[in-house]
């Protein structure tokens, strides 16, 4: 595995591999990597394409600085983990790099509808950052192949529609299913923050999602989220949101609507630590 701090040099040696008809595949991460992450690196070479990964704490997605500060870095252990997984390159750009003329002077891109519910309503600014990371991360990178993996669903959205406005309708973005624990906990890792007693209750979100999912040809939506807000609750969780939304275009619904490709949607904070999965339906 090749690894690049620089702008400048990674955009040789990706140039001169394509040049010599390689395909790129990309995996954005900010590093604390973990299995999840690992099934990306997988999946790109599997399509057979180089795989990039980069590491990149963003500073401009947390609207909250404390969790930028107590965010886990592991750059080591993540170097070992990527090169057991086959990756080809890993860009660790500084601050400087991403942003040279700072972070207030790079673009950003306005995404409307999906910046204002659900995770864009709870973190006011997050998608903005998002957004002006990626972009420049895929101006440097220029992959065929963005890699995401569903735990981020409204990411993943705001992400596709990014490549939209950037007119890289050539670029395809692949959206891999998300890596579970053994106890349905959506792999993440923020989950390295949850203490012991923590974790033993983390796996009730999965298990809330699995509930709305079988209730669907049975039950009201309405009755169905309050049984989740209060099972949260009683496992000291304090949800943020269960929500239902049509999952091509995340519009939510007030109830279950069969005819319509759907994905069930938590978020709920317990101590310190917020965790987000989905199930699409």
Known sequence: MVIFKKNNDIN???SAQVANGRSIGFVP???A???GHLSLIKKAKEDGTL???SIFVNP?????KKDLEKYPVSTEADIELLISAGCDVLYMPDVEEIYPGGAANTKTFDFGY???ILEGAKRPGHFKGVGQVVARLLDIIKPAKLYLGQKDYQQCMVITKLTEMMGLQEMEVVICPTMRESDGLAMSSRNRRLTEPQRVVA???????VSIQSKQHIGSFAVVKKECEDLLSAKGFEPDYVA???ARNLKLLDNYNTDTPMVALIAAKIGEIRLIDNMLL
């Open 60 to 64: 401009t997605q947390f609207n909250d």
């Open 51 to 53: 795989a990039v990964c």
């Open 203 to 209: 796996a009730i979100i999965y298990q809330c999602l």
């Open 114 to 116: 999906l910046d204002t």
């Open 12 to 14: 040789i040696y990706i």
């Open 29 to 31: 991460t900010m590093g």
């Open 244 to 246: 239902l939304a049509d």
């Open 33 to 35: 990597l973990h299995a």
